[in-house]
C-alpha cells in the first residue's frame, strides 16, 4: 500500500507529513486524506513514489 511506503519513508527522513503533501501533491493534507482512506488515482501514486526515490537518491549522492 502507497500509505505504508509513505509512512516509512517519513520516518527514515525525518519529513513532516504537510511538508510531503505540499511537494508531491501540492495539498498539505494529502497523507492525512491517505491516512483516513483516500486513494490516490494511479498517476498521483506513480508521481508520490518517483518523488521518493528521487528524494532518497539526492540524499544518498549528496
Known amino acids: 500500500m502507497l500509505i505504508r511506503k509513505i509512512e516509512k519513508f517519513l520516518r527514515r527522513t525525518g ?7 505540499r511537494l508531491v ?3 498539505p493534507r494529502f497523507v492525512l486524506d491517505l491516512r ?3 486513494i ?8 508520490v513514489e518517483h518523488f ?11
Open 40 to 47: 490516490p488515482r494511479p498517476r498521483t501514486e506513480k508521481n
Open 52 to 62: 521518493m526515490n528521487k528524494y532518497e537518491e539526492s540524499i544518498h549522492a549528496g
Open 36 to 38: 483516513n482512506g483516500r
Open 25 to 27: 501533491a501540492h495539498d
Open 15 to 21: 519529513m513532516p507529513a504537510t511538508k510531503f503533501g
